[in-house]
């Protein structure tokens, strides 16, 4: 049987199946490669990222010799990038430790360039994994709104965080037994239900904060010094003795 298509001519079924077959082929052929064409683009995409903020921090290293870098945030705490880098195709960015260029690190991305060694593990959050990592980064965020806009950033509600460029909701959770919370000239830190933070003052006593007892420590923007519970010269804390205990 045939199926007119027009006065010029047409075209049986089993011919249109023959052009569906060979369109088909050409299909299988060109679908994998475009994928591949696009995932090489997204990967050159990130090498071209990554090669210009891992030049921003030798810059930066060059520039501040005598301060350690451990987060991405402070380069735009000191005005090198305008916002934290970050992989433009989806991926997450961390530091990793080199022992090339003076111990530089340079910047891994968990999707396009990842040590194959256990020695870096994917961070925890946008801002690293631990206390010092996360602190450090958030105070670089708020001293860099601070600087451009000469004011602090807001302290209420989600605002508190997209002033500086953070998602409220990736910090709606507590990270290793504690909760971050940025409040203009502040930074909060709290222990999460059924954990403990243990700190002791610069006068020496040791403190037990539980999460029962609703106290944070804070960072004053002001004086770079952190307390207990509230801004008081009697509740300075020694930072370097913090440590978090499941209850």
Not at 206 to 234: C, F, T, V
């Amino acid at each position: 049987m045939r199926y007119d298509m027009g006065k010029s001519g047409g075209f049986s079924v089993v011919e249109l199946l023959v052009v569906l077959a060979i369109f088909g082929v050409f299909a299988s052929f060109a679908i994998p490669q475009y994928l591949i064409y696009i995932e090489t683009a997204q990967a050159t995409a990130c090498l071209v990222e990554r090669g210009q903020t891992n030049r921003m921090i030798i810059a930066y290293m060059s520039d501040h010799q005598d301060t350690a870098f451990n987060s991405l945030a402070q380069l735009v705490g000191d005005g090198y990038v305008e916002e934290v880098p970050n992989c433009p195709h989806g991926g997450q960015w961390v530091l990793v430790p080199s022992s090339d260029n003076n111990g530089t690190p340079v910047v891994g991305c968990s999707i396009h360039f990842w040590p194959e060694d256990d020695v870096v593990s994917e961070p925890l959050t946008s801002l690293g994994s631990t206390f010092d990592e996360i602190t450090k980064a958030m105070i670089a965020l708020i001293n860099g709104y601070y600087e451009d806009s000469g004011r602090y950033p807001r302290s209420w509600g989600s605002k508190a965080f997209t002033d500086i460029g953070l998602d409220p909701e990736e910090w709606g959770e507590a990270v290793e037994g504690l909760e971050y919370t940025p409040r203009g000239k502040r930074l909060g830190v709290s222990p999460a239900d059924g954990y403990t933070i243990n700190v002791t003052l610069t006068n020496g006593q040791e403190m037990e904060l539980p999460a029962s007892r609703n106290w944070s420590i804070w960072y004053s923007m002001e004086d770079g010094n952190w307390y207990y519970k509230n801004i008081n010269d009697k509740n300075q804390v020694d930072i370097s003795t913090l440590t978090v205990t499941a209850d």
